[in-house]
């Protein structure tokens, strides 16, 4: 038998040993963002303003207030899901006979500047005529203050435009995205109303494919130097987003990827909105005539009396959504 001197060498050895291979273990990786504000479940609405003015676009659109979108089932909460419907009873007759088919858009009422936005959505209004869904943000000072639109799309696309609007002198360069830069200059003033702008190429991110996948979540992280977009369906949300603590490191390759503007002087202060819009400038205006809908003919006009006429076309057209986080 060996003496326990040697026994005790062995073991000092076989320690040493163990213990340089766990120190040698890399550390876990740990996002550096963390929650500053969750809008989810029987709260959700307390978070957010609701838009009762004419809408800026000219859209056929009546927006109602908390109590009225609440009394009317345009807004409620079952299950912990928060749900933002349209009427999709009645008829209602162009301007000015009515102001439009009854809506919900809602504001948050704190602001931001910068930082990661999650939003969990299992359901969004569907290609429909007509119909002008958004989930964006914007500042009070438009366009001064920027303006990013993470989800928007009018009647029956079946693709997402991801787009940014700002003041003066913001352009953006092309980087590694997934969807497909269509414009480069952000600024209202020379770059048409469209903004700079990316199309995503799938069609599960949008309308009737958003729902056949059961929705998912969309990430924006807005800093200094860039503005990201990602969207990830229902069967393939990242883990450490799941888990609460969101890496973008892990989120791989975005769908739009702006930068090459001073996004410090272009965007600050940004509420978060979600709308339900009808025809307005870009679904009635400029999309209307190059679809298939009864009325495309009459554009604008057209829209609205597809809208104000069918209302059974607008029972899918609701947001459903789980959760907004934002992290800082």
């Not at 990316?198 to 200094?224: I, K, L, Q, R």
Request: hydrophobic share 35%.
């Amino acid at each position: 038998m060996p003496p326990p001197s040697l026994i005790l060498g062995f073991g000092t050895l076989f320690l040493s040993s163990i213990l340089s291979s766990v120190i040698a273990l890399p550390p876990p990786v740990t996002s550096s963002y963390k929650i500053v504000d969750s809008f989810a479940g029987a709260s959700f609405f307390d978070n957010f303003d609701f838009w009762t003015g004419p809408d800026p676009t000219t859209g056929f659109v009546d927006y109602k207030d908390n109590v009225t979108a609440h009394n009317l089932g345009l807004a409620s909460v079952s299950g912990g899901v928060a749900y933002m419907k349209v009427d999709s009873t009645n008829t209602y007759a162009p301007p000015p006979n009515s102001n439009g088919r009854p809506s919900v858009r809602i504001s948050s009422k704190k602001t931001y500047t910068h930082g990661l936005f999650l939003a969990d959505i299992a359901h969004m209004p569907g290609s429909i005529c007509g119909v002008w869904p958004a989930f964006w943000t914007f500042g009070a000072n438009w366009p001064n203050n920027g303006e990013i639109d993470i989800i928007e799309g009018v009647d029956k696309n079946t693709n997402n435009k991801i787009s940014l609007h700002s003041g003066d002198n913001c352009k953006v360069t092309a980087q590694p995205e997934s969807g497909t830069l269509l414009t480069t200059d952000c600024a209202e003033s020379t770059g048409g109303g469209s903004g700079c702008s990316v199309g995503d190429g799938s069609t599960s991110s949008y309308g009737d494919g958003f729902n056949a996948v059961n929705g998912g979540v969309y990430a924006m992280e807005w800093t200094s130097t860039s503005i990201k977009v990602w969207f990830f369906p229902r069967s393939s949300i990242p883990n450490s987003i799941t888990h609460g603590s969101p890496d973008v490191k892990t989120f791989g390759t975005p769908v739009a990827f702006f930068s090459g503007c001073d996004f410090d002087t272009h965007f600050a202060n940004h509420q978060i909105v979600f709308d339900t819009n009808f025809c307005g400038v870009w679904a009635g205006q400029y999309d209307y005539q190059t679809t298939n809908c009864p009325s495309a003919a009459q554009g604008w006009a057209g829209c609205v009396t597809d809208v104000g006429n069918n209302p059974g076309w607008f029972s899918n057209a609701y947001w459903a959504i789980n959760s907004v986080k934002i992290y800082q």
